[in-house]
């Protein structure tokens, strides 16, 4: 009868197995990557390129200064705790699948008296009344106790994958970090050289108009130009300097965010920005044919929510083993010393077991809700993971899109420049020879003034979908094992 009853369980076993299947590993999930970019890559999707892309630039202090970002970053000391956090938790989920041993030791002195009466009274000190003295007995003992939980359906397995997952996931959270603040730092700064462009524009535009505003006044002095014309000339001047005030306003406030991101005192920090060239032009485009869509892996919170999925998937699996039996073994041996009045008796103590064998059988539906739970997070990763794929697509093709149209700009733009400056100085001249009215002078000025400022504000526009690219590239990092080695991310998580 029990041998019949160990077959039907040996036969239930597996269908029950496969009734609870776990969900799908993480390579099975499939995400909407494209086969390739719309828009060509500058860099070709090369690694290297991407390690060097900020001394693409040739700015030392620009380099400096992500440096400096990197180490003050609260968010990249925070993902490095949490990287300390995730390796505990591994080391903890990986012993579980080991004996436990303790030791104990252990000393107690005492005595246990009886009490004795005699016959009918007396005090005497005869054998049949009085009190009977036990003597002090010592008792040593020291020992070793293990237990053993043996993994039968893996369970504590899946709790050490998952662990070790959430450990990858949090080192690569951490290199995205870096990228951030790295890619911030970058966008603020080269917001504060455009912002300076933009104040050399202002000042000169300023300068202008207030020499405009000093000879008209002459002018109408002499009787030779009317009031109205010279009240013009100085509203322009008061517009052009307040305009000046807010640039120069605008600067201040980019080198204090430069301040804060890299922790560099604000004096030190505006000496090194006023000695640097404003002007720097970026890295070529160079266009190619088409980029694999396996350029996302080098994005570090891709390979995070893959890996999110990864032990959510095993954390399914674990929770789904509580409901099998559990089988667990224990042992100790020690030895025991007893002393007692000269006497003294050493013993040896051994044990195996108990050998015992834990059967749910009714827990309210607590283990089937966690199965449950365990799996709707499972899902949850899942959509997580394919929206970061997504998003990830997006930022990759809006930043060359930005890149590419930017850049087929810059050369209108320019020419732009040039011939409303060519206008200017004409109506300059015409209008000191008296052969052009004021009005006409102050609108060919506004107009040159809207050119210059829009050629900066491309050249911003530019420099930010520069930027925006390295970052929806994943800023050089590489996933573990992958054959392609980098110089960016040459620092590695705090261990």
């Not at 997952?165 to 970090?177: I, N, S, V, Y």
């Not at 009031?227 to 640039?247: C, V």
Request: aromatic residues 6%.
């Amino acid at each position: 009868m029990r041998n019949s009853r160990l077959r039907a369980l040996r036969l239930a076993l597996p269908l029950l197995l496969s009734a609870c299947a776990l969900p799908r590993p993480p390579e099975q999930v499939t995400a909407p990557t494209p086969t390739q970019w719309t828009t060509p890559l500058p860099h070709g999707g090369s690694l290297p390129m991407l390690a060097d892309w900020w001394r693409q630039f040739d700015d030392p202090l620009l380099v400096e200064l992500i440096d400096a970002a990197q180490a003050a970053s609260p968010s990249v000391a925070s993902a490095a705790a949490r990287i300390a956090e995730a390796r505990a938790t591994r080391v903890s989920a990986g012993a579980a699948l080991a004996p436990n041993l303790s030791a104990n030791l252990s000393a107690s002195r005492g005595n246990s008296p009886t009490s004795g009466f005699g016959g009918s009274g007396g005090t005497g000190t005869g054998t049949g009344s009085g009190l009977t003295a036990i003597p002090p007995i010592t008792t040593l003992q020291a020992g070793l106790q293990s237990s053993w939980e043996i993994d039968l359906f893996g369970g504590l397995r899946a709790s050490r994958d998952a662990s070790q997952a959430r450990l990858a996931g949090a080192d690569a959270k951490w290199h995205e970090a870096r990228v951030s603040v790295a890619a911030e730092t970058a966008t603020t700064y080269l917001g504060e050289r455009a912002c300076r462009r933009q104040l050399a524009v202002a000042t000169s535009d300023t300068q202008s108009r207030a020499e405009t505003a000093r000879l008209t006044d002459l002018s109408m002095r002499a009787g030779f130009t009317a009031p109205a014309e010279a009240a013009l000339a100085r509203a322009g001047a008061s517009d052009a300097s307040a305009r000046l005030t807010q640039q120069r306003a605008q600067c201040a406030l980019l080198q204090q965010a430069l301040a804060s991101l890299s922790g560099i005192d604000a004096r030190t920090l505006q000496a090194r920005l006023d000695a640097a060239p404003v002007d720097r032009a970026l890295p070529a485009v160079q266009a190619v044919a088409s980029v694999p869509a396996e350029a996302l892996a080098q994005r570090p919170d891709v390979y995070s929510a893959e890996l999110g999925v990864a032990a959510a998937s095993a954390e399914a699996g674990a929770a789904l083993a509580q409901r099998f039996p559990r089988l667990s073994l224990q042992g100790s041996i020690g030895r025991l010393q007893i002393r007692t009045s000269g006497f003294r008796e050493t013993m040896d103590t051994w044990t195996i077991g108990p050998v015992a064998l834990t059967v749910p059988i009714f827990d309210g539906g607590t283990l089937a809700a966690n199965v449950d739970a365990a799996r709707a997070r499972y899902d949850e990763s899942v959509a997580l993971y394919r929206a970061n794929v997504r998003q990830a697509v997006r930022e990759v093709e809006e930043a060359l899109i930005n890149l590419q149209s930017t850049d087929a700009r810059a050369g209108d733009v320019d020419a732009a420049v040039q011939n409303y400056q060519a206008s200017f100085d004409a109506t300059s001249a015409r209008y000191q020879g008296g052969l052009a009215s004021l009005f006409e002078l102050e609108d060919s000025r506004r107009t040159l003034f809207a050119a210059q400022t829009a050629r900066v504000s491309l050249q911003r526009e530019r420099a930010e979908a520069w930027v925006a690219l390295y970052r929806s590239m994943g800023g050089g990092w590489t996933r573990p094992g992958s054959p392609t080695t980098t110089t960016s991310t040459t620092s590695s998580p705090p261990s």
